[in-house]
């Protein structure tokens, strides 16, 4: 069974403020992504990766950074965090191809006051 | 964009009954995942069928591509069946990139 882990599992910061989403998958997969999920929204991808280094965007990609520093590690940057990114973030992982499976953390809710 | 539409938004079931959800997509040249989100929040994949019918315990999916839907039928209810069902679509090309239904909220009573 895959493991995607996520941290934190909460998170709480101020409008203005810096905050890192951190992602970490221990089968090796070359995918990952972030998705945000919203009351009356659907997961809504924000950006996802094939492989270490590489960053390609999603669907909402506004006001948020990413980086794939290694195979199993991916990051959400929020630099000037928004109360409209107030959210419940998803990151999760698959292998190549186009039946794979997605694997997901947990989440992390974050609070931006 | 491509948009995935479900239904109903939620259901009340009785254990034992059956029930079966819909999802509606955009898109022809897709694929069919469907999702199982529950109650605290965390997400399993429960199937991914790109076309015709698949079973996996007592989930039967089935996904007509060239009407541009799908269903998802649970024989035999249970509690532990109660969250959310999410259905998601995605092109046939490489990578996973889903576009996400809202959901169907199921909840099951003894």
């Known amino acids: 069974e895959a493991a995607v882990t996520q941290s934190p599992r909460n998170k709480v910061t101020v409008t203005g403020g810096n905050v890192t989403l951190s992602c970490r998958q221990t089968?090796?997969?070359?995918?990952m992504y972030w998705y945000r999920q919203d009351t009356g929204h659907g997961l809504r991808l924000i950006h996802y990766?094939?492989?270490?280094?590489?960053?390609q965007i999603g669907d909402v990609p506004d006001g948020y950074k990413a980086t794939r520093t290694t195979q199993e590690d991916f990051f959400l940057l929020l630099e000037l965090a928004s109360p409209s990114q107030t959210s419940l973030y998803f990151c999760?992982?698959?292998?190549?191809?186009?039946?794979?499976?997605?694997?997901f953390g947990a989440g992390t809710r974050l609070s931006v006051l | 964009g491509q948009q995935v539409q479900q239904s109903p938004a939620s259901l009340v079931l009785q254990e034992g009954e059956n029930a079966e959800l819909q999802c509606n997509f955009s898109s022809t040249a897709t694929r069919l995942q469907w999702f199982y989100q529950r109650p605290g929040g965390s997400l399993v994949s429960l199937l991914s069928n790109p076309s015709g019918t698949k079973h996996t315990g007592r989930l039967t999916s089935t996904t007509v591509t060239k009407e541009r839907r799908g269903s998802l039928h649970i024989s035999s209810s249970q509690i532990t069946d109660s969250g959310t069902y999410l259905c998601?679509?995605?092109?046939?090309?490489?990578?996973?990139?889903?576009?996400f239904g809202i959901g169907t909220r199921v909840l099951v009573r003894p």
């Open positions: 990766s094939y492989g270490a280094g590489n960053l």
């Open positions: 999760a992982s698959s292998e190549r191809g186009r039946q794979n499976t997605l694997y």
């Open positions: 998601a679509m995605g092109p046939n090309s490489a990578g996973n990139k889903l576009t």
């Open positions: 089968n090796s997969h070359n995918y």
